[in-house]
């Protein structure tokens, strides 16, 4: 068999289009914690599960990974700059961003695609990240496009034909 390189393997999955989120939490001492994230799904309708995976050598690991309860923000079109804004790994993603407290504390942005309000119910091991499954407590729905990430960039989507 032949070993593919990180590299090699991050150019395929890249052709894969996927949504884009962004997953907050609240930390050990009560501070809103984020990051941008497109390994999302859903797992189960009954009950009601999701899936997202966290990389464990990013700053806010240590906070996912011991948090109660998160939340999942599917981010809409007219969202790339907050989606670059959080992808980054830095300390103090919030100053200047507008947020409520939801479910168990969790910081909850003010616009969304679609609003999932998780606590976890279960953690996986794999390789250099881990799954987080989520139960989702609450959701809410808005009109509009998603905002997608294909081959390494932003994309629109476009109606097909009938």
Same mark, same amino acid.
Request: glycine share 8%; proline share 4%.
């Given at each position: 068999m032949t070993q593919i390189s990180e590299a090699q393997f991050r150019q395929a999955m890249g052709q894969f289009a996927t949504g884009v989120?962004? *997953?907050t939490c609240a930390n050990a001492q009560a501070r809103p914690v984020a990051m941008t994230v497109n390994s999302f799904t859903s797992v189960s309708a009954n009950p009601p599960l999701i899936l997202w995976? =966290?990389?464990?050598?990013?700053?806010?690991?240590?906070?996912?990974?011991? /948090? /109660?309860?998160?939340?999942?923000? *599917?981010?809409?079109a007219g969202q790339q700059d907050? &989606?670059? !804004?959080f992808a980054v790994d830095r300390e103090d993603k919030f100053s200047g961003i507008d947020y409520t407290d939801g479910i168990g504390a969790v910081p909850t942005l003010k616009d969304f695609l /679609?609003?999932?309000?998780?606590?976890?119910?279960a953690r996986f091991d /794999?390789?250099? !990240? =881990?799954?987080? =499954?989520?139960? =989702?407590? &609450?959701?809410?729905?808005?009109?509009?496009?998603?905002?997608?990430? !294909?081959?390494?960039?932003y994309r629109e989507l476009a109606a097909t034909p009938a």
């Open positions: 989120t962004i *997953v995976c =966290v990389n464990k050598t990013i700053l806010p690991f240590p906070a996912f990974h011991e /948090a /109660a309860h998160f939340a999942i923000h *599917v981010l809409h907050m &989606s670059n !804004h /679609a609003l999932y309000q998780c606590e976890t119910h /794999a390789g250099d !990240h =881990v799954i987080i =499954v989520g139960r =989702v407590l &609450s959701c809410e729905l808005r009109d509009g496009q998603p905002l997608l990430f !294909h081959g390494g960039g």
